[in-house]
């Protein structure tokens, strides 16, 4: 099945603010990691007009796989007193954003496989996603729902929705740097996501040209 133009935006700021905060919980993440050179890997994938879901997974589980061997490799060589963290963008990278036709949006399993791995060995994993700060709760509950620990979720607050997306995804990098951490990987399907710096490895998922968000 071709991904069809009115499949494309389905993200969860397409959705009414108010419907969303009536799904939004509690939610008590705590922000917080440190800088290094980048390096990148990024997905062999198909021509954007032969998308379906099937494809897409492919793409990013061949992303993923080289991932989960150089975190492996990584996390075993972890210094005396470092803190490691991963820092993902969330819509059709930890979360089936135009898949995922349903709330909570399923994960996207190439991911979770390798959070998971990372959580497990004593990995922070934080989120910094375009999404605006209205639905914060939701997308943090989201997150916890399908698996991820969330150490830390960055989202744009008023202000930060005049900025440039690079320019924002950025400077929370740094700020996690602040609070301590090695970053020892990025990972997003947007060149916005993964551009300037502040992470030791970058892992770029398909985005077919901006078809998928």
Request: net charge negative; with cysteine; hydrophobic share 40%.
């Amino acid at each position: 099945m071709t991904l069809r133009p009115w499949a494309r935006r389905i993200a969860v700021s397409t959705v009414s603010a108010a419907a969303l905060a009536a799904l939004a919980v509690p939610a008590d993440a705590a922000t917080t990691a440190t800088s290094t050179s980048t390096a990148s890997t990024t997905a062999t994938t198909a021509a954007a007009e032969d998308v379906d879901y099937d494809t897409w997974q492919k793409d990013c589980q061949a992303v993923m796989d080289q991932a989960l061997l150089d975190l492996k490799q990584r996390i075993a060589n972890t210094k005396p007193g470092e803190k490691q963290a991963i820092v993902f963008d969330i819509d059709n990278t930890t979360l089936e954003t135009d898949f995922g036709f349903s709330y909570p949006q399923p994960a996207n399993k190439p991911v979770l496989e390798v959070a998971k791995y990372a959580q497990e060995h004593g990995v922070s994993l934080f989120f910094v996603t375009a999404r605006p700060g209205i639905i914060y709760s939701v997308t943090d509950y989201n997150l916890k729902h399908v698996g991820y620990q969330v150490s830390g979720l960055y989202v744009r607050s008023f202000v930060d929705l005049f900025k440039n997306v690079a320019d924002y995804k950025t400077a929370q990098r740094v700020d996690i740097e602040s609070k301590g951490y090695t970053i020892i990987a990025n990972i997003g399907n947007s060149a916005t996501d993964l551009s300037g710096g502040h992470a030791e490895k970058t892992y770029k998922l398909p985005d077919y040209d901006g078809q998928l968000s």
